[in-house]
């Protein structure tokens, strides 16, 4: 076997780095040398809020590591110095493809099998992708995803060449309505199409959507609702329009697909992963409810939430922010000291209304995020 550490995190997103803050020796956490964090990022946990905001404005964009975790907290600054003065181990570039809880291991994809006493799972959540809705051409070179510091990269990429061009939005959710302020902001002509009767649909009532869509429409944005994209016609390795179901063609030089939904990744744990309700409902009672009984992890969401690009403001479920990261961090320390089983639970009924687990020592940290859009 290869390294072995009193706690594991596995993920290296924002649950990772609020959890580390705890653990941070500081504060009385773990010592030198008995945490890692393994993430198949190669860098560092930041923010992910920034990426469909500042990241990607045309001048003075937000660039690591102005918004590594907890930038969005005001506390410290989490850079890989930082994790290197806490004695904290990052194991970055690296992803876990197995978990063996009986033996409390890890594998990695470069073969290392890494030890822990207590794990937390904090894997979050994956964009599913266009194939997985019967549309084929996610491997075009303008088709851009929104979910890591690669896509964004990609986006920025893609949209350079762009001014003045077209862009389809694939969803009215909140990415795809920042995207599609980015795009503005970028000088790109957009146009959103999704399913639904008003944007936003889940967070929304009907009249705050129509605020939101008349302020949009008047920097130019056009929205395609009632209907999805069925198709993408893709020449010389780009798309050049979106065939709707309704048989509607919209030509595009470029097609963000911000909105699309996203899977939790517990792919290579062993948990239940239903959350299929509310995310900013669920996430908020939850928030209530743990602070309450003081054993359950939470989902993170990471920042209040800097104007968009159009001079507007959507504000949602940050309050439970890194509440998540750190009853998690604090319960690992706890139970670990108490040699205790931890709960392992973010988002899942089961999880609260069930007693707790007697083993592994797992502690789930990461955010299910619902399927959103399924139609
Ligand atoms: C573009 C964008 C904008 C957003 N804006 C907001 C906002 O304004 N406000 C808000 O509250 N929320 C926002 N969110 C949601 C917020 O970012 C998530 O709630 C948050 O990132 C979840 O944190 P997490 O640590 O649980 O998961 P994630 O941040 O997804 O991190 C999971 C980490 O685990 C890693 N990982 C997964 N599987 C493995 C494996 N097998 N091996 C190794 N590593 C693995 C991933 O690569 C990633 O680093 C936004 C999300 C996106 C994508």
């Not at 075009?140 to 896509?151: F, G, K, M, W």
């Not at 054993?295 to 001079?311: F, K």
């Not at 009924?349 to 707790?356: C, F, M």
Request: proline share 6%; with cysteine.
């Amino acid at each position: 076997m290869g390294r072995a550490f009193a706690y594991v995190i596995l993920g290296g997103g924002v649950a990772a780095g609020y959890a580390a803050l705890e653990f941070a020796p500081r504060r009385a956490g773990a010592s030198p040398g008995e945490l890692c964090i393994i993430s198949d990022e190669a860098v560092a946990p930041y923010e992910r809020p920034a990426l469909s905001k500042g990241y990607l404005l045309p001048q003075g964009a937000a660039r690591l590591p102005a918004f590594h975790t907890c930038a969005g907290a005001n506390d410290e600054v989490l850079t890989e110095q930082w994790y290197k003065d806490h004695g904290i181990e990052l194991v970055l570039a690296t992803r876990v493809i197995s978990a063996d809880v009986r033996r409390k291991t890890l594998l990695t994809d470069s073969g290392e099998t890494i030890g822990y006493k207590t794990l937390i799972v904090a894997t979050g959540a994956r964009a599913s992708e266009l194939e997985e809705f019967g549309v084929r051409g996610s491997d075009a070179a303008n088709v851009c995803y929104l979910r890591s510091l690669e896509d964004a990269d990609k986006m920025v990429g893609v949209m350079k060449p762009c001014h003045g061009g077209n862009a389809v939005v694939i969803g009215g959710g909140y990415i795809g309505m920042e995207c599609a302020a980015a795009l503005v902001a970028n000088e790109i002509k957009v146009t959103m199409v999704f399913p639904g009767k008003h944007c936003m649909g889940r967070l929304f009532t009907p009249k705050i959507a129509e605020f939101y869509e008349k302020y949009y429409a008047a920097k130019g944005v056009v929205f395609v609702k009632g209907t999805a994209v069925k198709s993408l016609e893709v020449s010389d390795g780009k798309v050049a329009a979106a065939i709707l179901r309704d048989g509607r063609r919209l030509p595009a030089d470029m097609d963000p697909t911000g909105t699309k939904p996203y899977d939790p990744r517990v792919d290579c744990t062993t948990h239940h992963t239903q959350n299929r309700d509310n995310f900013a409902t669920r996430s908020q009672e939850h928030a209530r409810r743990s602070r309450a009984r003081r054993h359950a992890a939470l989902p993170v969401s990471p920042a209040p939430n800097p104007p968009l690009h159009t001079g507007l403001s959507l504000s949602y479920h940050w309050s439970c922010k890194p509440l998540a990261a750190e009853t998690c961090g604090r319960q690992s320390l706890l139970s670990a000291s108490e040699k205790s089983t931890l709960l392992s639970s973010a988002f899942s009924t089961i999880n609260l209304r069930s007693p707790l687990p007697t083993s592994p020592q797992v502690v789930h940290g990461s955010v299910h995020q619902r399927k959103e859009n399924r139609t």
